[in-house]
């Protein structure tokens, strides 16, 4: 048999020094909070980068590749006071001197409500509301809260830009969401610190959309991503109740439910990810 020798050149990359500090200006303990990197896009296999805190908040490491990356805060006691940098962070040098603050949370006391007009009955015990934060537009963490029987709840969440979602029955979703007397359902929740009320009425009286997508020559095309959006841009968000996705059958019919009233546009294409609608 042939042998054959093969030589492999490894080349080194200079890792860079991160180095800062959390800090939260309540004085309420760091203990349980961890602090990473998590490179964007990640690479298979890639594991995010560990700042291990000392006892005064502060980390200091050397051995961070430079790149484009998101900060993450890991908190099991009080996960809503966190708000880190804006992603993405670039690390093309050594980064000292970096501050991870916490904020006072916003403090939300609301209720969700079956709208009257609805036909069936909900049990709301079985419903949970969630606030993702979206930090630049993108999701960055999401807080989950049960309902009382009466769909009462209190959430403590990070202030800033939040999308709602209601997880429960089957064929319920909001029609209306009420932040501070303020009509907002379509839009992110914008909240400061401080105390809020929301309003939350629920429905199984929406509309649906069906139709068939067919190429120029009227031929049924199957396989078609079909998206349903609303006019208004401010709405082109993330999870957003106004944006419905679904996908053309064999003979290039497709239907959309739980519609919410409204001035839609609709598109038809291929190959649109469920998380980039929005």
């Known amino acids: 048999a042939d042998q054959y020798d093969v030589d492999f050149a490894l080349l080194s990359e200079r890792t ?6 959390v800090i939260d200006p309540a004085g309420h303990t760091l203990e349980d909070v961890t602090v990473s990197l998590r490179a964007i896009p990640a690479g298979a296999g890639e594991t995010p980068v560990e700042l291990p ?13 430079p790149g484009t990356y998101v900060v993450t805060v890991t908190d099991p006691r009080r996960p809503e006071r966190w708000r880190v940098p804006p992603p993405p962070l670039e690390i093309a040098e050594d980064v000292t001197g970096l501050e991870i603050r916490a904020v006072s949370p916003a403090s ?29 537009g993108i999701a ?18 990070p202030a800033g ?5 209601l997880m429960g029955p089957s064929g319920w979703t909001p029609r209306s969401i009420r932040l501070d007397g303020v009509e907002v ?9 401080g105390a809020h009320e929301i309003e939350v009425v629920v429905t199984d009286q929406l509309g649906s959309v069906s139709g068939v997508v067919v190429d120029r020559r009227g031929a049924p095309l199957a396989g078609f991503d079909v998206v349903l959006f609303p006019q208004d ?12 996705q679904t996908r053309s059958h064999q003979n290039g019919q ?19 990810p469920l998380l980039m609608i929005g």
């Open 233 to 244: 841009e401010a709405s082109w968000y993330s999870l957003s109740p106004l944006i419905k």
């Open 254 to 272: 497709f239907e959309l439910t739980l519609v919410p009233p409204g001035d839609y546009l609709a598109i038809a294409t291929e190959g649109i």
């Open 140 to 157: 960055t963490g999401m807080s989950a809260f049960n309902l009382d029987e009466d769909g009462s709840f209190h959430a403590d969440v």
């Open 161 to 165: 830009s939040l999308a709602v979602l």
């Open 108 to 136: 939300i006391t609301g209720r969700v409500v079956r709208d009257p007009r609805s036909t069936g009955r909900i049990n709301l015990t079985q419903t949970v509301i969630s606030f993702m934060s979206r930090g630049d």
């Open 16 to 21: 860079l020094r991160v180095s800062g500090t």
């Open 185 to 193: 359902f379509g839009y992110p929740l914008e909240v400061t610190s």
């Open 53 to 65: 805190l000392n006892a005064d908040g502060e980390f200091d490491t050397d051995d961070v590749l």
